[in-house]
């Protein structure tokens, strides 16, 4: 309303209207500014309504739905992408976590019903501390423990506070599975995890190269062009193991159906799974491309035929 001078009934029609000829949410809206564009503009943007389309067109397996909405069934099905030892929390005994994570220093605790990053702890495990570390995470909720991934030296340059994935996002049928993008997340601050909702940022990656193309973007659309702690910049900047991780990708697709956003770390040894996400969202796709005004619904659209 300070920018434009539109009253605020204005401004609640305007959004209204571009939600029924896009799709677009009122976050979409802030988040892409289409108060600066016209609306055969608008039109050209990947909004939450597109993106419900394609799970509504993908997500058509109920049983995979499970497995990629229950964090224990994602590990059982996919722990062949893991690379690392994990369990579940509930079931282990003490003789066996000791065994399964040895060789590691940290290990992070997962909740099953959490997403966002909400409920995730890091305990250490290194030498006498594994007992109690084992006493503690017993006493959580029902959820994964994971082995904490050191991530590849390039990718410390970035930000070694958290390990900075790549979410690439394929659709699967029976018979196909395409990647349609990769973005690579980005964390900040003290946190870490990378979640862009979560203070993090998001940037385009070049399915091709594996090189970031464009700034990287907070969920308010706050651009940065280096990161703001190590000063790392982020055009140009080219991704270990890229060619491998979708490969990856490619292979975990084939285990299930669905609209599918996979979080790969890169390790000095190749791409590991960390999760796989149902519904991936639009914001992660479009918000990379807002500051040059590029509607990246062209990416998406062969998906919905």
């Known amino acids: ?137 017993i006493k959580l909720q029902r959820g994964v423990v994971e082995a904490f991934v050191i991530q590849h030296p390039e990718m410390s340059r970035i930000t070694p506070s958290s390990v900075n994935t790549l979410r690439v996002v394929c659709l699967s049928t029976d018979t196909t599975s395409e990647v349609a993008y990769a973005a690579l997340r980005i964390g900040s601050g003290k946190s870490f995890v990378d979640n862009f909702t979560d203070g993090g940022m998001v940037a385009g990656v070049d399915l091709t190269t594996g090189t970031v193309v464009t700034n990287g973007f907070t969920v308010d659309g706050i651009s940065n062009a280096a990161h703001p702690e190590t000063g790392t910049v982020f055009k140009g900047f080219q991704i270990p193991f890229f060619k491998e991780a979708l490969e990856m990708v490619e292979q975990a697709g084939r285990k299930v159906v669905g609209y599918i956003g996979w979080d790969i770390a890169i390790t000095e040894n190749g791409p590991v799974l960390i999760e796989a996400n149902i519904m991936p969202g639009n914001r992660i796709l479009q918000m990379p491309y807002v500051e040059d005004r590029i509607g990246m619904r062209h990416v998406m659209d062969r998906f919905f035929k």
Request: aromatic content about 16%; charged content about 35%; hydrophobic content about 35%.
């Open 1 to 137: 309303m300070d920018e434009t001078g539109w009253t605020r009934k204005e401004l609640i029609d305007r959004i209204a209207d571009a939600k029924a000829r896009t799709g677009a949410t009122w976050k979409d809206y802030y988040a892409f500014k289409f108060w600066q564009i016209d609306e055969e503009e608008q039109a050209t943007y990947f909004t939450q309504k597109l993106s419900n389309k394609l799970s509504e067109l993908y997500d058509v397996n109920d049983f995979h739905r499970d497995i990629l909405l229950n964090k224990e069934l994602s590990c059982y099905e996919f722990s062949e992408f893991f690379k690392r030892g994990w369990c579940i929390n509930k079931t282990v005994s003490m003789e066996e976590f000791k065994q399964i994570f040895k060789d590691d220093k940290k290990v992070v605790y997962k909740p099953l019903d959490g997403n966002g990053g909400i409920g995730i702890k890091v305990f250490d495990v290194s030498g006498d501390a594994i007992e109690d570390a084992y006493n503690d995470i």
